[in-house]
């Protein structure tokens, strides 16, 4: 069992940044794959990113890739987003997730993440 709580959310100007941090319960932290997610107001939850628990495969969905940059502190047990660049439709609850045996996969659905965060709001402004 793992429990997520995610922070540093806020309102943005558009072309700024934030960093996101999840940080996790429990002794085995390297041994989940953790994803981010983002869900905007009347939209489904989509993923922007994941990292394997090893730190050595990352993925990003293409609407962030290049501005969006995933990493991760296994001595700390937290996870981190860093969002530049950002744009208005970046605007969205931002959560993370975890999945069990994942220290060198990955995964990208929301369906195969056992473990979520509370999320933390993001709003970009124009």
């Known amino acids: 069992q793992v429990q997520l709580v995610e922070s540093g959310g806020g309102l943005v100007q558009a072309g700024g940044s934030l960093r996101l941090s999840c940080a996790a319960s429990?002794?085995?932290?390297?041994?989940?794959?953790m994803g981010w997610f983002r869900q905007a107001p009347g939209k489904e939850r989509e993923f922007v990113g994941a990292?394997?628990?090893?730190?050595?495969?990352?993925y990003y969905a293409d609407s962030v890739k290049g501005r969006f940059t995933i990493s991760r502190d296994n001595a700390k047990n937290t996870v981190y987003l860093q969002m530049n660049s950002l744009k208005p439709e970046d605007t969205a609850v931002y959560y993370c997730?975890?999945?069990?045996?994942?220290?060198?996969?990955?995964?990208?659905?929301?369906?195969?993440?056992?473990?979520w965060g509370q999320g933390t709001q993001v709003t970009v402004s124009s």
């Open positions: 429990g002794r085995t932290f390297i041994s989940y794959a």
């Open positions: 990292i394997s628990g090893s730190g050595g495969n990352i």
């Open positions: 997730a975890a999945r069990e045996k994942g220290l060198i996969r990955l995964w990208v659905s929301t369906s195969e993440y056992n473990y």
